[in-house]
Nanobody, 124 residues
Framework: VQLVESGGGSVQAGGSLKLSCVAS????????LGWFRQAPGKERAGVAAIHSDGDTSYADSVKGRFTISQDNANTLSLEMNDLRPEDSAVYYC????????????????????WGQGTQVTVSS
């Protein structure tokens, strides 16, 4: 299984970015997919999650600004609007082959597969 993120970059505060995560070698009927981020000196933290039944979950800090979605069976996206400097981090997509507890605060250790990360930098 391989997850490859793209779409990161540098924007000014208030700007938008769309991250994509393409999965290969992954075919599960039940699954949980998530976006995490890690800023320098901080722990990796959940941003948003979606599972195979379609339910989504967002961290309070991004509610109303970020949208997680599946563009197709193999592509996970994170639409980020009204970006703030505190959103700056390396963003990772993650997946596992069961729903379980699939929320924005799911532990990173509960995910089996990870992308390499994509840098998002928001300047004020």
């Amino acid at each position: 299984v391989q997850l490859v993120e793209s779409g990161g970059g540098s924007v000014q505060a208030g700007g938008s970015l769309k991250l994509s995560c393409v999965a290969s070698g992954y075919n599960q009927r039940s699954y949980c997919l998530g976006w995490f981020r890690q800023a320098p000196g901080k722990e990796r933290a959940g941003v948003a999650a979606i599972h195979s039944d379609g339910d989504t979950s967002y961290a309070d800090s991004v509610k109303g600004r970020f949208t997680i979605s599946q563009d197709n069976a193999n592509t996970l996206s994170l639409e980020m609007n009204d970006l703030r400097p505190e959103d700056s981090a390396v963003y990772y997509c993650a997946a596992r082959g069961r729903i379980g507890y699939c929320y924005d605060d799911s532990r990173p250790s509960e995910f089996s597969y990870w992308g390499q990360g994509t840098q998002v930098t928001v300047s004020s």
